[in-house]
Every structure is written in C-alpha cells, then in structure tokens.
C-alpha cells in the first residue's frame, strides 16, 4: 500500500469522524446553590463557544440569591437553556437530576464557578470521539496569581494524568460522561457526602468503561483556598484521599467540608 493511500485512508476517516460529532448532542448540567457573583462567567464562556450544539440545564438547590434571576435573563441567548429549582439540595443529587433532563449523547457535568475558552467545547469532543472515552476528566487552571495555587494545581493535574488508567481521579469542576455510561453506573452515588466525584469515575473504571483525561483545560475559582486557607485545604484533601483508599467512601460528614456557603469570588 502506497503512503498517498494510506494518507488518503487517514483523511477520510478524521472527515467521517468529524461529520459524525459535528452533530453530537452535549447536555451542559450546571449546578447552583447562591452563586450569583459566579453563573454569568460560565455562562459567558458557554455563549462564546465555537461548537453550537448544546443545551444547557441548571439545577438549582433553592438559592435564596439571585442566582435564579440572573439565570433567566440569558434564557434568550442560548437556544437550549432551561432553569430548574429543586427543593433538596446536594451535588450528587442534582447531577442525577439534570442528567434525567438531559438530552445530549455526552453529558457535561460543571460547576458554576469555572471558565474556559471558546474552542473548549469543540476541543473536548475531538479528543472524546479520538479516544473513544465513556467518561473523562480535564486538567485544571487556578484563577488566581497565587504561586501556590499554581504548584497545587500543576501537581493536582500530573496526579490525575499518572493515575488516569490505574486509580482514576476527578473533580467535579468539569466531568464528561456518555449518558449511557451514567445510566450503567446508576449515576452519581447520593449517599456519599464528600468525594461523589471520584467514585464515580472509578466505578466507571472498576466496569472496564473506558475513562481518560483528556487535554483541556478549565480556569476554576480558588475561593475556597482564600476563605479557608490554603494549608487547611491541602491537608484536608490529603485526609480525603487517604479515608477513600483505606476506610472507604465517606457517606457522613466527618470534614465539615460545605457547599454554597461562599458569598464572593476571591481571585487574586
């Protein structure tokens, strides 16, 4: 076989491949709890996407912020946009929720205090459908100019790269999954109240689903670190780490660790 044939063979399959996720479905779930200082930057980054064939959901916990208000008011500018407000609050429980509305080939769970850049959604997609991947994680960028918020991050993301096909890791910032890979699993695990993320790619690991990280990357919000400290958090994330490997998932609130309890951005 001749190298233009093959060239030619390779070319017309990435042309295949590219007609066929150019009509793929994503299902954008965001979930929300007060976050009116934070929704319009994610929602922001979505409006400017080049990739346009998407819906957006956001579940939301019973703010009693104008996260619903502000919500509304782009309902005009993104053709697949709906707002639902749930009584019972909690991560796990609204993923499932906003996954059970979802219409999308892949779901795209996010928080609401990420950003990312406008090829984000196009990117993704390519390295999903080139990958062949049910579920993945992206790397992550701290919002900040703090040194140690970088050198948390950059070391957060060489774990997730090196443990991606042996113990995987995710966090909840950004997650991907087929829709038929979350139905298998059964979705998020609500009785756990802290780390629901890596179980699930892990159960999605332990199903011999085909989970990776993939290389895009998401700006997230280093509040936490600035109302909590930074010392505080990375012992505690070490804490987390180290119950899920020996003691299990944690399914009662041992770490006080809350949801929805930042009033402000603080990104220095």
Known sequence: MSFFVIIYIITNRVRTVNKIHSRTMISIIIITLNEEKNISTIIESLIKQTYKDFEVIIIDGNSTDNTEKICRSYQEKIKNFSFNNIEKKGVSLQRNEGAKLASGEYLFFMDADISFDKNFLQKSLDSLYRKNLDAAGVYLKARSKNVIDKIFYSIMNIWFFLMQKIYPHCVGSCMIAKKTAHI?????????????????????????????????????????????????????????LLHRIFLGEIKKDKFNYKFGHYDETNEK
């Open 184 to 240: 298998t699993i059964g979705g998020f695990d609500e009785r756990i109240n802290l780390a629901e993320d890596n179980d699930y790619v892990f159960r999605i690991h332990k199903l011999k689903l085909r989970f990776g990280v993939i290389p895009t990357i998401v700006n997230v919000s280093t509040r936490r670190f600035e109302k909590e400290g930074r010392l505080k958090m990375g012992i505690q994330y070490i804490q987390i």
